[in-house]
Structure formats: structure tokens, C-alpha cells
């Protein structure tokens, strides 16, 4: 368990260890969901691409033409952060 400690502010620090835990850095978004009898539950919020970072991701040529299918499996891996950017 890490404590964390609330500034007069009403703000707290993430230390290292939940950044890195989370996979979160500076400048990125986290969730709160409220949960029972007082608990909390933080996660790190899905990353919203630019429009050139989007652009970008289609400036390679395949080496092969995928299948209805296999571009169907590929979208939901990425709603269900099995892949990574």
C-alpha cells in the first residue's frame, strides 16, 4: 500500500511507483470511479490520438492485404488494449 498525502490545495502526488504502475507520465489523464463504502479505483484514462498521429498510422504500405475478418479482430484488440501504438 502507498500513502499519499492531500495538500492544502486538496491535490495529491502520484509517486513514481503509481505512475509506473499505471503507465501514466506527465501531461496523461487517469480515471476515478467511486466504488463502495468509500473506496476509489484509479486507472489510466485511453490516450486520445492527434489528427497527424492518426494520419500517420496509415503511412506504411502493407506487405499484404488482410481479410474483413482479420481487420475486425485487429479493431477490437485495440478497444480492448491488447495492442499498443
Not at 21 to 45: C, H, K, M, N, T
Request: hydrophobic residues 35%; aromatic residues 8%.
Amino acid at each position: 500500500m502507498v500513502r499519499l498525502k492531500i495538500t492544502a490545495k486538496g491535490q495529491v502526488t502520484l509517486r513514481k511507483e503509481i505512475r509506473d504502475y499505471l503507465g501514466v507520465d506527465i501531461g496523461d489523464e487517469i480515471d476515478v470511479s467511486f466504488e463502495e463504502q468509500g473506496q476509489v479505483s484509479v486507472r489510466p484514462a485511453r490516450k486520445r490520438h492527434t489528427k497527424q498521429e492518426l494520419f500517420g498510422m496509415f503511412a506504411h504500405k502493407p506487405d499484404r492485404a488482410y481479410s474483413l475478418e482479420e481487420l475486425d479482430e485487429a479493431i477490437k484488440d485495440g478497444w480492448a488494449g491488447k495492442v499498443t501504438s
